[in-house]
């Protein structure tokens, strides 16, 4: 699923975010933040060595935030570099959008699926997120948008998933589509699951039917995305295997008065019987251990505080929310936290964002790669 929810709020906050971006101390290599260190609340004083932390003080170094710290944010679903469905990359647009995740303290995403193959820069440039992703989306024949991702018979599937992980470490396979396709087999799921793995890589997972959701349990995907219409009684599985589910929360309860609205239809009776229900779900899954990741999957990109307040109104404990955003999803990404030799991302705020949520929308500072890239003004 991929909305294109707009707000003006987020706009100007990414835009004045940009004016008082870390004024007179863009370029610093030494960096230094102290304070509350989440998620364990230990005062910490932190020196970025390089794009490394540090106890050790560096000489030379610039103090750029104090209060309560944040291991750099994570949006563990987008899709940045075009701006409608089945549009070819844009790498200027690629970019902008790249920046938008940066001002909302964004420092580490993950992309289950890109219009099309990254510039160089991507994931690796100082002024944009560190970056996970699956290549271009595999599907199977008539099913997801026309001008995005590559088409697969069953049998081509779990060599073409495993080549592109491979590459990037992932591959994302859309197992169902629209009411009424034929979802993916589960014997070709795990057949995919089984080649991935064995080329050392991860399989993400596209689902919002019954059939798809109950396939990608049954064949122990690494990661679930959306979720919706999933049978609750598949959560126990998923935490027992390690299978995170990535709801996209606010993406589609967003979607609930577009769709309230429309004429009555089997897609309108699927997406409301499912949407309806999703935030229930979500907790639900949260509640019996499942690994719950944040992803916004929506246009304008740097919406991660927005699935963060998702997740807490659906009855997430604010602290496992913003794990979500952050240290429960860096770990699952391969990255640490704010302890010496981690990479150096923080976010800081004045006070605790769980005790008040007001906070995520404005950072006092943000750190990507021991630079401080956003400062408020």
């Known amino acids: ?24 101390t863009v370029g610093v290599v030494i960096t230094r933040i102290r ?24 000489p030379g170094a610039t103090l750029v935030g ?14 940045p570099g075009a701006a409608e469905p089945g ?10 959008q790249l920046h938008q995740h ?31 992703h699956a290549g271009p989306w595999l599907a199977q024949h008539g099913q997801f948008f026309d001008g995005w991702g590559r088409r697969a018979s069953h049998d081509e599937l779990p060599a ?18 629209r009411v009424g396709d034929s979802a993916v087999p589960v014997d070709v799921l795990r057949a995919v699951v089984r080649e991935v793995h064995a080329a050392g890589g991860r399989v993400a997972v596209h689902s919002q039917h019954p059939e798809g959701g109950a396939a990608a349990v049954a064949a122990r995907v690494d990661s679930l995305e959306h979720g919706m219409c999933l049978d609750p009684d598949l959560l126990a599985r998923m935490a027992a295997q390690g299978t995170a589910l990535t709801p996209t929360l606010s993406a589609i309860t967003g979607g609930l008065r577009r769709r309230e609205q429309q004429p009555d239809s089997p897609a309108r009776t699927w997406y409301l019987s499912g949407a309806r229900v999703h935030g229930a779900l979500t907790a639900a899954a949260a509640e019996a251990g499942v690994r719950v990741l944040a992803g916004t999957d929506s246009l304008p990109h740097g919406g991660i505080v927005a699935e963060i307040r998702a997740l807490v109104a659906t009855g997430v404990r604010p602290h496992d929310a913003l794990a979500a955003a952050s240290w429960k999803a860096r770990e699952y990404l391969g990255l640490g936290g704010l302890e010496p030799g981690a ?23 943000v750190v990507l790669r021991g630079r401080c890239v956003r400062r408020r003004g």
């Not at 209060?67 to 987008?78: F, M, N, S």
């Not at 998933?161 to 590459?167: L, T, Y």
């Open 66 to 79: 104090e209060g309560w710290l944040v291991p750099g944010l994570v949006d563990a679903h987008t899709h």
């Open 160 to 177: 073409l998933a495993a080549a592109q992980a491979a590459r990037t470490g992932w591959a994302k396979i859309i197992a169902d589509w």
């Open 87 to 96: 549009q070819p990359m844009d790498p200027e647009l690629l970019r902008e």
């Open 102 to 132: 940066v001002d909302a303290g964004v420092t580490l995403i993950r992309s289950p699926g890109l219009p099309g193959e990254p510039p160089p820069w991507f994931g690796e440039d100082p002024d944009v997120p560190r970056a996970r």
């Open 343 to 365: 990479p150096a991302d923080a976010v800081v705020y004045d006070r605790d964002p769980r005790a008040d949520p007001d906070q995520l929308a404005d950072p006092a500072a």
């Open 35 to 58: 304070g509350y260190a989440l998620p364990s609340g230990e005062y910490v004083d932190l020196y970025a060595d390089g794009d490394r932390w540090t106890t050790d003080p560096v």
């Open 1 to 24: 699923m991929i909305t294109h929810k707009r707000t003006g709020t987020a706009a100007g906050r990414h835009s004045r975010l940009r004016r008082a971006a870390c004024a007179g």
